[in-house]
C-alpha cells in the first residue's frame, strides 16, 4: 500500500498522539493525569505536544530568549534549599531542544536556593550556563558554544513583577515555558498538590504570563498535578473533580487551581516527560531526531539533579529518580520517545 | 460461551492497569498503520481492556497440571528457504509459556513448525524452563517434582496430520490455547501474510486443534499486530472490510488475508510479541504475583537465544537480537514499562491519598 508522502506537520500530528499516549499513562496510579489530559486536549482539540512544537518552531526565531521557569522548593517547613527533581531535568531537556532545534538563547529562571542544581542539570544536557549577555554572545560565536542562562528570580510579588518587566523590556522574547512551577490562585497563594499553601518560598514567575499575552509571546504551562502555571485553562474542568480544586487546606477559600491561563497547556504523568514530549515533537517536525536527549544522558540528568541534593517529591530520597519512578522507567520513556521519533526503528518493509 | 462475566470484569478492580497495558502495546512505533485499525476494533467489540481479559480467562480456566497450548512460529522466507522463520512469536509465547507455569502451575506446550522446533526450544530455556517430550512435561504439572517443564512439539502443515495431533493433545487435560502471530486459514483455506502474499503450505494448521478446544469449552486466545493471525478473524470476520486485503488478498484463492476460524479472545498489539508479554503482565496483576512478568535480563537472554539459533527479525531479514524492525532498546523499554505498570519499584502509599 502507498501513501501520499505527509507533510512535517502531519508527520509531528501523528507523532504527537504517541508521544501524548506515552506520556501520559499513569504508572504511578495517582489518578489525576486522566482528569487532566482530557481537559487540555479538549482545550486544544490536537495533541498537545505538537501543537506545543508548532507553536514554538513558529513563534521563536534564532537569537532570541525562551524564558523556561521550574522548580519547587518542597519542604519549606523544614529547609528552604530542599527542592525536587520532577521540574528541572524536563527545562534542561526542552532547553537543550530549543537551542538546538530553534537557535534560542534559554533562560531558566528558578529560586536562588536551586541555581546551581538547575544549572547542573542544564549542563548535563549540554549547555554551558552563562549569564545572559555570553548565551547571547554565543549564538554569533564563530567558535561553537552551546550556552544557557539560569537566574535566580525574585519569591517577593512586586520584586517579580519589576524584574519581569525588565527582562521583557530588555530581550527579545521569544516564548515563555514553565514545567512544574507553581502559579497562584485568585487569592494570590500558591499550594501544593496536598492543598498545602506555599506562596512565600516560591518564584513568583507567572508575572510573566500576562506581560507575554500583552505583548503576544506565546505561553506554554507543563504540569501534572493542577496546582501549576497553566492549569488556570482548565480551571472549569478540573473544579468539583480534582481534590483542593475548589477549596485548599490553608483556608484561602480559593483552591489550588492557578488563576491565570496559557495558550497552550501540557498535562503528563511526570512533568518531566511533558518537556521531553515537547522536545520530541519539535525533533519529529523538524526531523532532527539529535533534539531529543538519550537515556545516557537522562541518567547523566538525574544524577547531576541528585549531586546537587535534589529530592524525589515522592520518595524523599535523594537519587536518580522523580516522584517516586525509578531511574530505569525515565530511560525507558526516554528510548520509546526515541522510538517514535524514528531511532531504534526500522519501518522500511512496512511501506 | 460466556468464559467470564462481562459485568464482573467492568467492576474489575485491575481494570486501571488492564487498560494501561493496552496502550502500551498499541502505541504505533513503527508507524505500519495497522493497530489503530485493529485495536480500536476489538476493544469497542469486547468492551474491556483485551490484555485483562485474556488474564482473567486464563486464570479462571487454567488448574494446576493442565496444559497450556501455545502456538506459534512463521516460516517468513519460503522462496529462500522452509527453514527460515522470524523472531516476533516465540519470545512472546516463550514468556507466556513462563507465566502460565509459575503463575498458574500449567505445563506449557508450544506448536510450531518442525523446521522451528529447535529454536523455539532455544527460547524456552532462555525464559527459564526446561523443554521435554510431552509425556516428561506432563509430570511436571505436579509442583512436587520441582521442575519448571514444557514442551515443544513439532505441528503438521497438512491438515489431515493436523487433526491426529490435535485430537491426541486433547486427551490430556488441556486448561486453554493461545495462538501468537501465528498465520491463520481464510474461509478458502488459505494462510497470507499481512500484505496479502499466500503461505499456506508452510504454515502448521492449527484450524482443528481450535475447533476441538471450542467444543469442549476451552478458551481460545488469539494475539496479532497485522490482521492475519488467528484470533483476527473474530467478530464475525467484521475485519474483511476494514482492513487492506481483507477481502481479496490478490492470490486469486477468492478470500482476503483475515481467518475464518474464530477464537474467544483476541489481542492486538504493535509488536505481537507485546501482545504476549501484555498478557503476562495482566495476569501478574490478576495473582499479584510479579514475578509472572519476566524481566529485562530474560528479555535480553530470550532475543539473543532467537538470533543465536537464526530466527530473523521478519522485517530487517538479520539475525538480530530484534524484532519487527525495532531495537532491543525498544522491547526492554516495553518490558521495563509493564513490570513498572505491575507495581514493581512503585511506592504507591508514598502518593497522598
Not at chain 2, 493471525?229 to 477481502?247: T, V
Request: hydrophobic letters at 45%.
Amino acid at each position: 500500500m502507498t501513501t501520499a508522502p505527509e507533510s512535517a506537520s502531519q508527520a509531528c500530528a501523528v507523532a504527537g498522539e504517541m508521544i501524548d499516549r506515552l506520556i501520559t499513562i499513569d504508572f504511578p496510579e495517582r489518578g489525576v493525569v486522566d482528569l487532566l489530559y482530557p481537559a487540555a486536549r479538549a482545550l486544544l482539540g490536537a495533541p498537545l505536544t505538537s501543537t506545543a512544537a508548532q507553536q514554538l518552531s513558529e513563534n521563536v526565531r534564532p537569537g532570541q530568549v525562551v524564558i523556561i521557569t521550574t522548580g519547587w522548593l518542597d519542604r519549606p517547613h523544614i529547609s528552604r534549599q530542599i527542592a525536587e527533581t520532577d521540574g528541572p531535568p524536563g527545562a534542561a531537556v526542552l532547553a537543550r531542544a530549543l537551542h538546538l532545534g530553534l537557535g534560542a538563547v534559554p533562560v531558566l529562571l528558578v529560586e536562588a536556593e536551586i541555581v546551581h542544581a538547575v544549572s547542573a542539570a542544564v549542563q548535563a544536557a549540554g549547555l554551558r550556563c552563562t549569564t545572559v549577555a555570553e548565551a547571547i554572545a554565543a549564538t554569533t560565536s564563530t567558535s561553537k558554544l552551546h550556552a544557557a542562562a539560569v537566574l535566580p528570580f525574585p519569591t517577593d510579588s512586586e520584586l517579580a513583577a519589576e524584574a519581569a518587566r525588565e527582562m521583557c523590556a530588555t530581550y527579545d522574547i521569544g516564548a515563555f515555558v514553565a514545567i512544574e512551577k507553581g502559579g497562584r490562585n485568585s487569592r494570590g497563594q500558591i499550594h501544593t498538590s496536598r492543598g498545602d499553601e506555599t506562596t512565600a518560598v516560591l518564584a513568583k514567575t507567572d508575572v510573566f504570563v500576562d506581560l507575554c499575552r500583552d505583548r503576544g509571546v506565546l505561553t506554554i504551562g507543563v504540569g501534572d498535578g493542577g496546582n501549576e502555571i497553566g492549569m488556570g485553562s482548565i480551571a472549569e474542568a478540573l473544579s468539583t473533580k480534582l481534590r483542593f480544586a475548589d477549596s485548599c487546606r490553608c483556608g484561602c477559600g480559593a483552591g489550588v487551581v492557578p488563576d491565570q491561563r496559557t495558550d497552550i497547556l501540557i498535562a503528563a504523568t511526570v512533568s518531566n516527560w511533558g518537556g521531553y514530549g515537547i522536545a520530541a515533537a519539535l525533533a519529529v517536525l523538524l526531523d532532527r531526531p539529535d533534539l531529543l536527549h538519550t537515556p545516557e544522558m537522562e541518567e547523566d540528568i538525574l544524577r547531576a539533579c541528585a549531586r546537587e541534593g535534589l529530592i524525589d517529591g515522592v520518595s524523599g530520597l535523594v537519587g536518580p529518580t522523580a516522584d517516586g519512578l525509578s531511574l530505569e522507567v525515565h530511560r525507558s520513556i526516554v528510548t520509546l520517545l526515541r522510538g517514535v521519533v524514528g531511532t531504534g526503528v526500522n519501518s522500511a518493509a512496512w511501506n | 460461551m460466556t468464559l467470564v462475566e462481562r459485568d464482573s470484569l467492568i467492576s474489575d478492580p485491575k481494570w486501571g492497569i488492564g487498560d494501561r497495558i493496552d496502550r502500551l502495546i498499541s502505541i504505533d512505533l513503527p508507524r505500519r498503520g495497522r493497530i489503530d485499525l485493529l485495536y480500536p476494533h476489538f476493544r469497542q467489540h469486547y468492551g474491556t481492556p483485551l490484555s485483562l481479559l485474556a488474564a482473567r480467562v486464563l486464570e479462571r480456566h487454567v488448574r494446576q497440571g493442565d496444559l497450556v497450548l501455545i502456538a506459534t512460529g512463521w516460516l517468513n522466507r519460503p522462496s529462500v528457504s522452509a527453514n527460515v522463520a522470524e523472531s516476533d512469536g516465540p519470545t512472546g509465547a516463550a514468556a507466556m509459556a513462563r507465566a502460565v507455569s509459575i503463575g498458574l502451575g500449567a505445563v506449557p506446550v508450544l506448536l510450531v513448525e518442525a523446521e522451528l522446533v529447535p529454536a523455539m526450544t532455544a527460547v524456552v530455556h532462555a525464559a527459564g524452563l526446561r523443554c521435554l517430550s510431552l509425556q516428561e512435561a506432563v509430570k511436571t504439572g505436579n509442583p512436587d517434582v520441582l521442575l519448571h517443564g514444557a514442551a515443544v512439539l513439532a505441528y503438521p502443515t497438512n491438515r489431515e496430520q493436523a487433526s491426529v495431533l490435535a485430537n491426541q493433545l486433547l486427551e490430556h487435560s488441556v486448561g486453554a490455547f493461545i495462538a501468537i502471530e501465528k498465520g491463520g486459514a481464510n474461509e478458502q483455506g488459505r494462510v497470507h501474510m499481512s500484505q496479502g502474499r499466500e503461505c499456506t503450505d508452510t504454515v502448521a494448521s492449527m484450524d482443528s486443534l481450535i475447533e476441538l478446544c471450542r467444543a469442549r469449552s476451552i478458551p481460545t486466545i488469539g494475539i496479532g499486530d497485522g490482521g492475519n493471525e488467528i484470533g483476527m478473524g473474530n467478530d464475525g470476520g467484521a475485519l474483511r472490510d476494514l482492513l487492506p486485503y481483507g477481502r481479496d488478498c490478490g492470490c486469486g484463492c477468492g478470500g482476503g488475508i483475515v481467518p475464518f476460524t474464530e477464537t474467544d479472545v483476541v489481542l492486538p498489539a504493535t509488536v505481537s510479541n507485546w501482545g504476549g508479554y501484555g498478557i503476562c503482565a495482566a495476569l501478574a496483576a490478576v495473582l499479584n504475583d510479579p514475578r509472572v512478568m519476566h524481566d529485562e535480563a530474560l528479555e535480553h537472554r530470550m532475543l539473543t537465544a532467537c538470533c543465536a539459533h537464526g530466527l530473523i527479525d521478519g522485517v530487517t531479514g538479520f539475525t538480530d537480537p530484534t524484532s519487527d524492525g525495532l531495537d532491543e532498546s525498544i522491547h526492554l523499554g516495553v518490558v521495563t514499562l509493564l513490570r513498572t505498570l505491575i507495581g514493581c519499584g512503585i511506592d504507591r502509599t508514598a502518593w497522598p491519598s
